[in-house]
């Protein structure tokens, strides 16, 4: 069977304009980064006829700490993703597998913490960090992104773990092996896609946070990115084509990350696997 | 279990390796500060061992590059037994910080706050007072006193003023010429009148209120006899809303409908930096900061001999501007408050404050204003004359709330969703009811 | 679903007290090294701060150290709602406002697309479904500074320029942010704009899990590809949907970077959401009991309106 020709592109025209939508703005973005003007809004015509270059790049790079805080970023971003993994995977197939009193009613709530905004949990969170003695540290920061996140990778992960067949863990027990062996050679081998997904999404997540790391971090040096795209938003004015230029360095780690997995990448809520915070 | 430790431990391992690899590239220096500080905090240790106090600031990027090079090195040379450690913090954001610091021990010693900040932090206990300590009459003396006053806070000062600010009227020379004015306008009709004249000529906008808030509104609503509350700032019923208060609301809310302020007011572009440099604003208001950023672009097009700035327009209020700036403030749980505050003194004594005037901040220590070397920034002494006549706003622990009210109150009215007379009643009900708690 | 019958044993004759205190036992050590540092992670760092949060929300609270913070009953629950401004009752509209408007224009979007690029000859497949998930992974941060410069009022922010200058759309160049309506529509949009792709993502997947045949029965019936669409497409993807509508519903109650970035709840304090009210109230005006009044509130409130769907189809997640 074939479609008819005008329908086929009607379709074309549909999805591409919706990519067009979607893409547009960031074309928009990356020609305003290479744009030189001082603290106005660019006009529309100088952006569309801007010549393509990266002085704004190599200026923004080294303006307000920002290679470090791109570095700082990388290690609390990576520490707090593998810790997050770990933390999700083990959770998860502890929900997934065993069966244990109160089961049901651990799993309420968490699902009623998924539901309050995490917004205000700042400063009880950050008290307590304090009084671990943790407050301008990265691991302050690193608990409360791993602890926070439980609960969504948790869930996301869980569904994973439940959908593999039981006959699976057969000839692991059949070998001996006890419910280690069977988490570590079957459960996260079989789930790898679910895993990968959710490591870019907590990637994403950490790398963009900005409340919590402006909270616990009191040292300047140690600031991750997000402070330092904000403090490109200057006090008296905006210079669009430094926000832009650091703005899109800034997006590049995460839409690398995702174009290596997305072609195993799998679903889950999108409120899920990033901190909440 | 054995396989689990082996996994945990693996993962710890790698973790600890990066962190520590990653810890040693990125922080180096910043590092053996924390240390120090630490060392230095134990009460234990005093005399011989060198303190480093926190100082939070928020100084742009060309007052931040004066503080380091200039002023902090040549405190730490006079002062040898204190290490000033700087920190500065992005604008946006910066009071969740400050609470959070506060809240969890971990405010630094000292902090450079905006001036309406002091009392509501004092109130909340959070800040020393520091009238008792040593050397304050001193201090107090030598400082402008309408700067000082925005400190005292229930029998008691919270800071020291650090540096002062105020609005004063720049004018577009070419817009000036075309309307046929030699001057800028003294006058509150002069203004208005020479306004109109510049919308005819094709300007955008010509009274350049830049928000529908206190900050942007109040030189004109008070220059036009208006008042946010009694002189002692403990009345607000019958002031704010006061006849002189409904007709300087009126007038202004009448220029809005002839289309004289610039569009900026309500969110609208070009912004008020841009409209005056394109020659599409007759007439802006702003602080010190509009000449020394514009001196400090490189390759403008459009420079200070450009513009013609004067005293707010005179009206039946007088000419009356705004007073903004800065405090330094210690606080509470600063560990130590001496040397904290040896710091505080030092920086409004004259010459770091004539080092300060450089990048554009007005002193408030008086010899350091009158001096030559600070008045000869040709605009300069505008601000300090203007700063006879301006007016701060309310000092009071509420009026973070206050304001937020006041400029709904301002925004009803601008925008036509409000008589003025209705919003400044409720708004004066609403902040007697926030005073009264 | 597995977790109803989790803890009960088959109902009817059940073993003694001891016997089974031992069995749980004996289950908890098996599952605890599992889960026991999630389940504290968790408890420290989500369920304490939610139940302080409860506490703060009966106290005059100061964040200072050792302050006294009396208890005040539910005069933070009462001061919400006799606000003479309404902020509470504008949040809670504004928050209906955004369910109402984004979650169906979100679903029709993605589930439209997700169609249409999953039939049968259209090429490119992945480039599409990168390109449409690009904004989901782009910093909240990022999208925010991006949206309130192409919708910078005068007639030199894009939409502005396209729909005034270029097109004459528009009789004025309008200011967005600082008008209620066109506020909340740069809102909406944004919101839509970053998160349809997600959406998209999701329906792609169930499409993958939809049989041929069907379809092919229907052409044979000769039923025209709307007719399959909705015959066919729609209820197929039932459980797909209601998942999709559930994390739909979810995240626009939740708009906080949405309102924060964007308009700061401006003009007026007109575009609060709960969330960006009550982080405003608590940190820019130090009402931290009052702030977590509305947090309780509304956590109760999303509570019960998903719980019951939640029930059904928050643990079915998809492959």
Known sequence: MKTKWYLQLLVYTVIIMGALAFLFPFVYMILTSFIKSAYSLPRPKEIFSVVPNLDNYFLV????????????????????????????????????????PGKELLFRVFLLTTMIPGVINIIPQFLIIKNLGLVST???LWLIYIGGGVVGSTFFLRGFFQSIPKEYEESVLIDGGGNWRIFWNIYLPQSLPAIGTLAVLSFQGTWEEYFTALVIIKDEAMRTLPIALLMFNDKYATNYGWVFAASIIALIPTVLLY???QKRFVQGGFNEGGVKG | MKFYKKISIGVMSAVLAFSLSACGGTNGGSASNGNSDKTGGNPGNTGSKKVTIEYWHTYGEQEEKVLT??????FEEEHPEIKVNLTRMPYEGLKEQVIAGVAGD?????????IIWVPEFAKMGALQDVSKMDGFEEVKSSVFKAPMETNYFNNGYYGVPLNTNTKIAIYNKALLEKVGLKEAPKTMDEFVAASKKAMEQGAKGAIGISGPHVWGASPYF????????????????????????????ETIVQWGKEGLIIPTMLGGEPGVWDGLKNNEYFMIDDGPWFFSTLMNEENANFNIEDTVWTQMPEGIGGSRSVVGGENLVIFANSKHPAEAWTFAKWLITEEPQKILAKAGLIPTNQKAANDPSVLKEPYMT??????????????????GEMETIVNLAIEKAVRGESEPKAALDEAAKNIESILNK | MSIPLASQPQAGKKPPTATRMKKGLKQWMAVLPFIFLGVLGTAVFVVYPMIRNIFISFQDYSIMPNAENPFVGFENYVSAFTDPNNKV??????????????????WLLAIVFAVLINLHFVKYKLVFRTVYYLPIITSWIVVAFLFRFLFAGGEYGLINFIFYKVLGIFPEPVNFLSNYWTAMVVIWLFHIWKTVGWGVVIYLAGLQGISKEYYEAAQIDGASGIRQFWNITVPMLAPVTAFVIINLVNGAFNFFPQVYFITRGGPMDQTQTLPSLMYMQAFKNFNFGYASAVAVMMGITVFLVTYTQMKKFGNQKML
């Not at chain 1, 997050?84 to 065993?98: D, E, V």
């Not at chain 2, 505008?382 to 009026?399: S, W």
């Not at chain 3, 009752?89 to 979100?106: D, E, G, K, S």
């Open chain 2, 106 to 114: 971990a405010a630094p010693d000292l902090m450079r706050m905006d």
């Open chain 1, 259 to 261: 174009i290596v997995f």
């Open chain 1, 61 to 100: 790079w080294n303006k307000n700490n920002f290679a470090r805080y791109f570095l700082n970023s990388a290690l609390v971003t990576v520490v707090s993703m593998v810790g997050s993994m770990l933390l999700g995977c083990l959770t998860a197939y502890g929900f997934a597998r065993f069966q244990f």
């Open chain 2, 222 to 249: 008070w220059s036009l006899g208006g008042a946010l509350t009694n002189e002692d700032y403990t009345e607000v019923e019958g002031y704010l809303n006061g006849p002189e208060s409904v007709k300087a609301l």
């Open chain 1, 138 to 140: 990265y691991w302050g």
């Open chain 2, 382 to 399: 505008e601000y300090v004359k203007q700063l006879e006549t301006a007016l701060p706003r309310t000092p009071i622990p509420q009026y």
């Open chain 2, 69 to 74: 090079e200039q002023v902090v090195p040549k």
């Open chain 3, 89 to 106: 009752l504008m949040a809670i509209r504004n928050t209906i406002l955004n369910v109402i408007v984004t979650v169906p224009i979100n």
